[in-house]
């Protein structure tokens, strides 16, 4: 599938601020899909700009500011193909629990403590799937997307996975975060997905960024999987970013220094995906 992105930021301060170092994780990740053209593009214009890798392998665009403003505009633009990964199965895989993964996926396996329900909800869903990992996966997808109310939050972090859970509701990242935390318990390896589908569906009309979880599947690695649309991630999403937590995903991190002011954030998201 052929992706065309153009994904507007605008920061409006009350006053003239003088804006610090950002850190913008808006180009696709290395291993998205075949990148055709991207530009990212801020007014007004950085002293400084470059691109790193971050720890967890995402394209890192880092901007240095000099002046004052009382606007910040950041526009990135992309086009690429994304292709779907073979489908896996469960046919040679180890039952669950897995034990403790090489050193390098360990970090995919830390969490906050959770509640015994969270537990039992896993552990409920591993017996009724008989312990087959991608069975497991497949159906804690569909039974989360199956049981929650699904709502738009423009802003801040994913809940935890325990108001998740009871309140059935929640966003795409809240979703991603509860997925994750049944996982991690037992034993599979997985990480934070922030970026974009093909699907328009929203409950307001626009579109947004997106969240979904990866799992690490023996011999198939990284798999991606869907609860808020309730199916595996195939050539209609575009990873921007992956890692342990959210806050490593964010798509914009930066600041301003000056007198106490007021801030307000637009965005805009264009997608066209066939």
Not at 202 to 219: F, I, K, N, Y
């Amino acid at each position: 599938m052929k992706f065309q992105v153009r994904h507007e930021t605008v920061y409006s301060y009350a006053t003239p601020v003088t804006l610090g170092a950002h850190r913008l994780r808006l180009s696709p990740r290395p291993d998205a899909g075949r990148v055709l053209a991207r530009s990212i593009l801020a007014d007004p214009a950085p002293i400084v700009q470059r691109e790193v890798a971050d720890p967890h392998g995402n394209l890192m665009t880092l901007l240095d500011f000099e002046g004052r403003t009382d606007r910040l505009r950041l526009e990135s633009t992309f086009e690429v193909e994304t292709s779907a990964p073979p489908r896996a199965d469960d046919a040679g895989l180890p039952n669950l629990p897995w034990a403790a993964p090489e050193p390098a996926l360990r970090p995919y396996l830390a969490q906050p403590a959770v509640s015994g329900r969270v537990a039992l909800f896993a552990e409920g869903l591993r017996h009724e799937t008989g312990a087959a990992p991608l069975a497991f996966l497949d159906t804690l997808t569909q039974r989360l997307f199956a049981r929650t109310d699904r709502r738009i939050r423009d802003t801040g972090f994913a809940q935890g996975p325990d108001e998740t859970l009871e309140r059935a509701q929640g966003a795409c990242r809240d979703l991603a975060v509860l997925f994750l935390a049944c996982c991690r318990q037992i034993g599979m390896p997985g990480r934070f997905v922030s970026g974009y589908q093909a699907e328009a569906e929203s409950v307001d009309g626009q579109r947004h960024l997106h969240a979904w979880p990866e799992v690490h599947v023996p011999g198939a690695g990284w798999l991606g999987f869907d609860p808020t649309h309730g199916l595996r991630v195939g050539d209609g999403h575009v990873a921007l970013c992956a890692a342990p937590t959210q806050q490593d995903t964010m798509p914009v991190e930066g600041g301003y220094y000056g007198a106490p002011t007021g801030a307000r954030l637009d965005y805009r998201i264009e997608i066209t995906a066939r």
